[in-house]
């Protein structure tokens, strides 16, 4: 376990809804030239505090940034238990337009793990600058191995046990922000976490001909590097693997890590 040594931006969000949709929002105070509206989509048993630590770097960088929570978490509209259970990460992509459709420009998307599989499918069928996929679930075309992970369809995936959560989301952190984050988690729809492990999901490739920058974790159990990068080939995007780091690359010291990555190449994307 590493303690955090990089400094945190500092940048507070304001909270806004979107048609049911609770959404965080970082706003620079020097927006520039080569500012973008950067709409982020947080992965599976997470909501937006997922880009707490990130979100902020963004932000200094001039960009207009909205951390959405998906349906049911996060203060977003409630989805019962029952409902639920037969949620498909297709059904974010709802949750993205409902903010997206408010918005004065085209965004770019930045996805996390199921989130970045989220972002693929809207990117699919509505317009958008360009994607980041962090940690990428990645569709059946990018021929995946299967992740095996116990799941029953008919029971809610419930929060792993705390060293579990340590060792598959929140390696790298600080004993405090482990316990932090272990216990904002929830239960997720077992359908998504299926598809999530499994691969079965499909995307339109051809579809989507943004550009597009892919950043996996070579520590990463739960999308392990190797999919990142054969995501990385079909799509003709940018790929970086950051060595020692794990799943939730967003949090911690590795949220600048990451975005001295990002922002860079943000630069480099049209609009």
């Known amino acids: 376990m590493r303690e955090s040594?990089?400094?945190?931006?500092?940048?507070?969000?304001?909270?806004?809804?979107?048609?049911?949709?609770?959404?965080?929002?970082?706003?620079?105070?020097?927006?520039n030239e080569s500012s973008?509206?950067?709409?982020?989509?947080?992965?599976?048993?997470?909501?937006?505090?997922?880009?707490?630590?990130?979100?902020?770097?963004?932000?200094?960088?001039?960009h207009d940034v909205h951390a959405l929570n998906w349906s049911g978490?996060?203060?977003?509209?409630?989805?019962?238990?029952?409902a639920l259970l037969r949620l498909s990460i297709r059904d974010v992509v709802r949750d993205?337009?409902?903010?997206?459709?408010?918005l004065d420009k085209v965004p770019t998307l930045?996805?996390?793990?199921?989130?970045?599989?989220?972002?693929?499918?809207?990117?699919?069928?509505?317009?958008?600058?360009?994607?980041?996929?962090?940690?990428?679930?990645?569709?059946?075309?990018a021929s995946p191995h299967p992740v095996e992970v116990l799941i029953d369809l008919d029971c809610l995936w419930s929060p792993p046990s705390r060293e579990v959560a340590f060792e598959m989301?929140?390696?790298?952190?600080?004993?405090?922000?482990?316990?932090?984050?272990?216990?904002?988690?929830?239960?997720?729809?077992?359908?998504?976490?299926?598809?999530?492990?499994?691969?079965?999901?499909?995307?339109?490739?051809?579809?989507?001909?943004?550009?597009?920058?892919i950043v996996s974790g070579n520590d990463d159990p739960l999308t392990p590097a190797e999919t990142g990068k054969a995501l990385a080939r079909l799509y003709n995007a940018a790929f970086s693997i950051l060595p020692g780091v794990g799943h939730n690359m967003m949090l911690g010291e590795r949220a600048a890590q990451v975005s001295n990555i990002v922002l860079p190449w943000l630069r480099t994307v049209a609009g």
Not at 51 to 58: H, K, S
């Open 73 to 82: 978490r996060g203060g977003s509209a409630n989805v019962t238990d029952e």
């Open 36 to 62: 973008k509206t950067l709409v982020l989509v947080h992965g599976g048993t997470q909501a937006s505090w997922a880009w707490e630590q990130m979100a902020p770097f963004l932000a200094q960088a001039g």
């Open 110 to 141: 930045i996805g996390h793990s199921m989130g970045a599989m989220a972002c693929q499918l809207y990117a699919a069928e509505h317009r958008v600058q360009a994607l980041v996929l962090l940690a990428p679930v990645v569709p059946k075309e």
């Open 96 to 102: 993205i337009h409902k903010v997206t459709s408010r």
């Open 169 to 213: 989301f929140f390696d790298g952190l600080t004993l405090e922000d482990q316990q932090r984050y272990q216990l904002r988690i929830v239960p997720e729809s077992p359908l998504r976490c299926y598809e999530a492990t499994r691969f079965t999901l499909s995307v339109n490739i051809e579809r989507i001909g943004v550009p597009a920058m």
């Open 5 to 31: 040594a990089m400094p945190r931006a500092v940048v507070e969000p304001t909270v806004y809804m979107a048609d049911g949709i609770s959404v965080d929002r970082y706003q620079s105070q020097e927006p």
